[in-house]
């Protein structure tokens, strides 16, 4: 897979897929991947095309995306697309339905175009579905209809709804795979390790959305290794008093020493939610809760 960064509306790309999708991608959830398996199905010399800055997130910079860049590449490129183009959303923005659809027919040479149906492109979001239809020909452009879990329909909004619900099972089945997070263990203030709980301190790669603050049972992935663990998202209320987001795992029965390690941090469901507690004690007697849970959970 050949990657095209911040492709700007003068750009030309010479390659050989005639087929593209295309979308924001917000998540890469199981509704985003059937777009690509059709596309894969129709052609399997075909471009994923995105934009490099998601829109909502362009319109709105207090919103964070579900997945970091890195690991939307990744799961791009799973599906073996000829080309990714990720296209330069404040150019794009500002061109209108006419020029957009000129730029993928003769920029990137494109015939034909999957796409959900509910996606728009251009200045003021001017263009839709059917704009393309007319542009492209009604035979050229592959409609797909919502994807559908439970009679419910898979959705980025949806998604951030059950992430910031702590409903991470649901999040999980809307994603076809289980949230990540992935940064590098840092040290921290090591209270954990002071408790007699050690932790693992994640400092992201990339700013990403998080769920609701609490404790989660998780896997953590680390040097091609998976461990079983639990992970608090939180402010440590009771230990700490700085107004800053710590994510930390404490791994079950481990012991070794992966500081500066590169780790993936995978949530499977929600235990608890986050809370103060009186003394150090009440802390120590229910991290032993949540580890004995979790040992029970796995």
Do not use: W
């Given at each position: 897979m ?5 492709v700007?509306?003068?750009?030309k790309?010479?390659?050989n897929s005639?087929?593209?999708c295309?979308?924001?991608f917000?998540?890469v959830h ?7 398996r059709?596309?894969?199905d129709l052609?399997?010399?075909f471009d994923?095309v995105?934009?490099?800055?998601l ?13 970091s ?5 990744e799961?791009?490129e799973?599906?073996s ?8 959303f ?7 339905s006419e020029?957009?659809?000129k730029?993928?027919d003769e920029?990137?040479g494109?015939?034909k175009?999957?796409?959900?149906k509910?996606f728009k492109?251009g200045?003021?979001?001017s263009g839709d579905?059917?704009f393309?239809?007319d542009?492209f020909?009604?035979n050229?452009?592959y409609?797909?209809?919502?994807f559908?879990?439970n009679?419910e329909?898979v959705?980025?909004?949806?998604l951030?709804?059950y992430?910031?619900t ?5 999040a999980?089945?809307?994603?076809g795979?289980d949230?990540s997070?992935s940064?590098n263990v840092i040290?921290g203030k ?5 408790l007699?709980?050690?932790?693992a301190?994640l400092l992201l ?6 769920p609701t603050?609490g404790?989660y ?9 998976k461990?079983?663990?639990?992970i608090?998202?939180g402010?440590?209320?009771?230990v700490?008093?700085?107004d ?6 404490h791994?079950l029965?481990?012991g070794?020493?992966?500081y500066?390690?590169?780790i993936?941090?995978f949530l499977k469901n929600?235990?608890r ?5 009186n003394?150090i004690?009440e ?5 032993m809760k ?5 040992k029970?959970?796995?």
């Amino acid at each position: 897979m050949k990657i095209y960064k911040k492709v700007n509306t003068k750009d030309k790309i010479n390659n050989n897929s005639e087929i593209v999708c295309i979308g924001a991608f917000d998540g890469v959830h199981l509704a985003h991947q059937q777009l690509f398996r059709k596309t894969r199905d129709l052609n399997k010399k075909f471009d994923i095309v995105t934009f490099d800055v998601l829109p909502k997130i362009y319109f709105n910079d207090s919103l964070k995306p579900i997945v970091s860049n890195k690991e939307r590449n990744e799961i791009f490129e799973s599906f073996s697309p000829q080309n990714l183009i990720h296209l330069n959303f404040d150019q794009f923005n500002k061109i209108s339905s006419e020029d957009f659809s000129k730029f993928l027919d003769e920029n990137l040479g494109i015939k034909k175009i999957v796409i959900g149906k509910d996606f728009k492109f251009g200045n003021n979001r001017s263009g839709d579905v059917n704009f393309l239809i007319d542009y492209f020909g009604e035979n050229n452009v592959y409609l797909l209809d919502d994807f559908l879990i439970n009679n419910e329909k898979v959705s980025s909004t949806k998604l951030r709804y059950y992430l910031s619900t702590g409903e991470i099972d649901k999040a999980n089945n809307l994603l076809g795979r289980d949230f990540s997070l992935s940064g590098n263990v840092i040290q921290g203030k090591q209270l954990g390790r002071e408790l007699g709980f050690p932790t693992a301190n994640l400092l992201l790669d990339e700013d990403v959305f998080l769920p609701t603050f609490g404790v989660y049972y998780g896997v953590i992935e680390v040097d091609t290794r998976k461990f079983n663990c639990i992970i608090n998202i939180g402010l440590n209320p009771t230990v700490d008093t700085e107004d800053s987001v710590k994510i930390e795992a404490h791994i079950l029965d481990f012991g070794d020493d992966i500081y500066q390690k590169d780790i993936k941090l995978f949530l499977k469901n929600f235990i608890r939610n986050e809370k103060k507690f009186n003394n150090i004690d009440e802390l120590k007697n229910q991290i032993m809760k949540d580890i004995d849970s979790a040992k029970k959970y796995f």
